[in-house]
């Protein structure tokens, strides 16, 4: 045995042979992995980057501030607006006090039996169907069984519904982070379970809970097809003044002025523009979540 | 005072339980209602007409309501896009848990996280007026609006699920199993190919089945890019129709409890098993084959 190969540890004298080639093989793949992230990245800069071009003209004062005019050809898209406020808010105010129950539960008391086995296939299972059955679903029992109609009503208990699984899982994860020990000091001073869910663990909680609602909103601002039979309507003059009228929303409204319209050619910058609006309140929202929640794990680090 | 206490906690706990089983009865109601507005179909065609009757005219006279070409519709553009979206997700996710500097990392996970964010309407709109007149223009075929088309934007939009929890299985490989295989002499890439990748095999195939079930029931990208027309595909490039099209499209027509509207009922159910089933499995497989480490799964 010569003098340099002593110096060398076993297993690289074992795998020098191929060392070459399978450092070539991981080089290979490797740029594979980074290249489908890239093409990822690029999707999503080339969606947003067709929008914002051809939609940017379309937004001013006016289209956001007027409601449509000349059968939807002109004007802006105030009623979609704030339709699309209406119903998410609505659909929160619904999903958000559920989920957050169904979460404590979840994490506090359950422990590990059958019975959590089954609420958990229920929730993910809620999660998996498809929008267009919640529509369906909608139409069949809130529309038509409740007797409430087409209606803001109907339309957020329809999305509140899509997004409980949403807030259900936000929230869990939230309360997982809470440190046991801070459970087990507030118990240990004498408060109740009660008590310390309430005074210690939401409280600590809450901003993770927080993210998860906004992220709640923005799904439920973004969905349409559980709208279409439930909610949303092609045209109102009017905006809403009871939870039981008919309104326009953002995505019914993009989807309407691209499909059904009689003048569909002359409407696109208007249907840039509304996507545009609905793609903006989205991530803004979604910015502000993943914002939030990277501040809160550096809180926690520290 | 310490019994009235008591006393509340015990009613506390039942109470956070029954809210907790509300996911559950909303499943059932669904199903109920899923069920009860669309069996009345099958006075007039029999399950087997209905599922494997070849044309689907609910508006002609007399109606035919054969779903097979809106099944197959479904099918073909959701094996489509996984064959899209599962290369896509799978390493996206491996670099992302594996490869990635931290930094890059914190900027390319939000950026997938956007891409699950936007709207399926906004994703149909640009299959519609940019993807199209592209894939037209570039294949030469009659419209640009088919299965391709579809199956491309749906690829994309399952991208996220199958990354996010592809990513979560894959970085939940505990370590010392990652450094056992470092120690023996492999390379970075063939610890992550013989060590890593089988140890969260079960959380991967869990994220395929969950993005192929987002895939089949997404309703707005193929009701404006699929092309809408009912009949069964013999090219990626024909216009189709799915499950979920189908009933966005014609609900708003269909008389009230007329053939039509427990037609497109019907339709729903199967496409509520369709996922029901995907949803099953998947959830089956991540508890059967529970993986080691500290998986969310």
Not at chain 2, 24 to 39: P, R
Request: aromatic fraction near 12%.
């Amino acid at each position: 045995m010569t003098k340099t190969d002593v110096k060398k540890p076993i297993t690289e004298q074992l795998a020098l042979p191929h060392i070459k080639y399978r450092k070539f093989k991981q080089t290979i793949f490797f740029a594979l992995f980074r290249f489908a992230a890239l093409i990822n990245g690029t999707a999503l800069a080339i969606i947003l980057f067709f929008l914002l071009k051809n939609g940017y003209k379309a937004i001013n004062w006016t289209f956001l501030t007027q409601p449509p005019i000349d059968s939807m050809t002109k004007g802006g898209i105030l009623p979609c607006i704030v339709g699309t406020l209406y119903l998410s808010l609505g659909a929160i105010a619904i999903s958000l006090p559920i989920g957050i129950a169904s979460a404590i539960y979840l994490n506090e008391y359950a422990g590990s039996g059958r019975v959590l086995r089954i609420i958990r296939l229920g929730i993910n299972n809620l999660a998996g169907v498809p929008s267009v059955v919640f529509g369906l679903f909608g139409l069949a029992f809130f529309v038509i069984y409740l007797k409430m109609g087409v209606s803001i009503l109907a339309g957020a208990l329809t999305l509140g519904l899509l997004s409980l699984p949403v807030i259900i899982g936000a929230t869990e994860e939230a309360l997982k982070t809470v440190p046991e020990t801070y459970r087990e000091a507030s118990l240990g001073l004498g408060a109740t379970k009660l008590q310390t869910i309430f005074r210690v663990v939401l409280p600590c909680a809450m901003p993770g809970i927080l993210t998860g609602a906004i992220l709640g909103i923005s799904r439920a601002a973004g969905e349409t097809a559980p709208i279409m039979f439930t909610a949303a309507v092609f045209f109102t003059p009017d905006l809403p003044s009871s939870i039981f009228d008919e309104i326009m929303a953002l995505p019914y409204h993009i989807y309407v002025l691209s499909t059904a319209g009689t003048e569909i050619e002359a409407t696109r910058p208007l249907q840039y523009g509304t996507s545009l609006v609905l793609i903006v309140l989205v991530f803004g929202m979604n910015l502000a979540a993943i914002l939030l929640r990277a501040r809160l794990r550096k809180r926690m680090h520290i | 005072m310490a019994i009235n206490r008591q006393f509340k906690e015990r009613w506390m706990r039942r109470f956070f339980f029954v809210i907790a089983s509300t996911s559950i009865f909303i499943l059932l109601l669904i199903m109920i209602f899923l069920f009860a507005e669309g069996l009345p179909i099958f006075k007039k065609v029999s399950l087997t007409d209905f599922i494997f009757g070849k044309y689907w005219y609910p508006t002609s006279e007399p109606p035919e309501f054969g779903i097979f070409p809106l099944i197959a519709a479904s099918i073909s553009v959701t094996v489509l896009s996984a064959v899209i979206s599962i290369p896509l997700g799978v390493m996206t996710a491996i670099y992302l848990a594996e490869i990635a500097a931290f930094k890059v990392r914190e900027i390319v996970k939000p950026m997938v996280e956007l891409l699950a964010a936007i709207p399926s309407v906004v994703i149909g709109f640009f299959g519609m007026v940019i993807v199209s007149p592209f894939l037209q223009d570039m294949f030469d075929v009659a419209t640009g609006l088919n299965l391709f088309n579809a199956a491309l934007m749906l690829g994309f939009m399952s991208v996220p699920t199958i990354c996010s929890i592809s990513e979560d299985a894959v970085s939940s490989v505990p370590r010392a199993m990652k450094e056992a295989s470092f120690a023996l002499g492999a390379t970075h890439f063939e610890t992550i190919f013989k060590v890593v990748l089988p140890a969260s095999l079960s959380g991967i195939t869990t994220s395929i089945i969950l993005g192929m079930s987002r895939a089949i029931g997404e309703t707005m990208v193929v009701l404006m890019v699929a092309g809408g027309a009912a009949m069964i595909p013999l090219s990626i490039f024909d216009p189709v129709r799915p499950m979920p099209a189908s009933i966005a499209a014609e609900m708003a027509e269909a008389p009230f409890r007329g053939d039509h509207y427990y037609a497109l009922f019907a339709t729903g159910v199967v496409l509520f098993c369709f996922t029901l089933m995907f949803n099953i499995i998947a959830d089956h497989i991540a508890y059967k084959y529970k993986q080691t480490g500290d998986s969310t799964l």
